[in-house]
């Protein structure tokens, strides 16, 4: 069984601050991990995962996130927010062994990016 | 380009009334999923298939079903049953075989009972 706990339902950052956004799973085989990006009323667009390789991991636009078994977590950073940025965010889990069908998503966090 | 179209974007249903929402992929993928987005609840999953003619149930079926006569078309009809149907609704594909399910997704299609 996997989860996923996003923690904040809503983050607001200033542009050109540091954005850090949180993930913590729970899955009993390794994990898996994705980051999702949602601009309103449209679909969701990977910006990066975690597939047991490196720790640390690159995306799209700037972001990325570590991989942190001891703490459960995969938390997503920006060095410097852009008014772009603004959206809302999804963590998801699924598991290496067995059936990958299934991902397990966080319900979200809504990043608000104040000129 | 390859992606996923969902069709229409934006749907009004009377109550009582069965209504389909479309999901097209060119990405050769085997298998589609559809979710279903409420505001603060994330993606909850109704349906999948990883195979043509099979598809399995997932976290919320009750009121909803599926069909996969065709690789690149997995749609899902709203039935009646469906108690609070309104929502937003998303379909994604991913390619079988993978070691993880990277999942693509299309554009949604927003559902309004009125």
């Known amino acids: 069984a996997q989860s996923v706990t996003q923690l904040g339902s809503h983050v607001s950052v200033s542009e050109g601050a540091l954005v850090l956004l949180r993930c913590n799973y729970s899955?009993?085989?390794?994990?898996?991990l994705f980051w999702y990006v949602q601009y309103p009323n449209q679909g969701l667009q990977l910006l990066l995962k975690y597939t047991s390789a490196a720790t640390l991991v690159k995306g799209i636009n700037g972001f990325e996130a570590e991989f942190k078994k001891s703490e459960t977590s995969f938390h997503l950073t920006k060095p410097s927010a852009h008014m772009s940025d603004a959206a809302e965010y999804f963590c998801a889990v699924t598991g290496s062994g067995g059936s990958n069908y299934k991902l397990t998503f966080g319900k979200g966090t809504l990043l608000t990016v104040n000129p | 380009d390859g992606g996923i179209t969902q069709s229409p974007k934006y749907l009004f249903r009377k109550e009582g009334q069965n209504v389909t929402l479309s999901c097209e992929q060119n990405l050769n993928h085997d298998a589609m999923y559809w979710y279903r987005q409420d505001p603060g609840q994330g993606l909850r999953l109704i349906y999948y298939?990883?195979?043509?003619?099979?598809?399995q149930k997932g976290d919320i079926a009750e009121g909803y079903s599926v069909s996969r006569e065709k690789k690149e078309s997995f749609p899902l009809t709203v039935t009646s049953a469906q108690k609070n149907p309104t929502a937003f609704y998303l379909c994604?594909?991913?390619?079988?075989?993978?070691?993880?399910?990277?999942?693509?997704f299309g554009p949604g299609t927003r559902l309004t009972v009125l």
């Open positions: 899955s009993s085989v390794p994990p898996y």
């Open positions: 298939s990883q195979i043509v003619n099979d598809f």
């Open positions: 994604a594909s991913s390619k079988d075989g993978e070691k993880y399910n990277e999942q693509f």
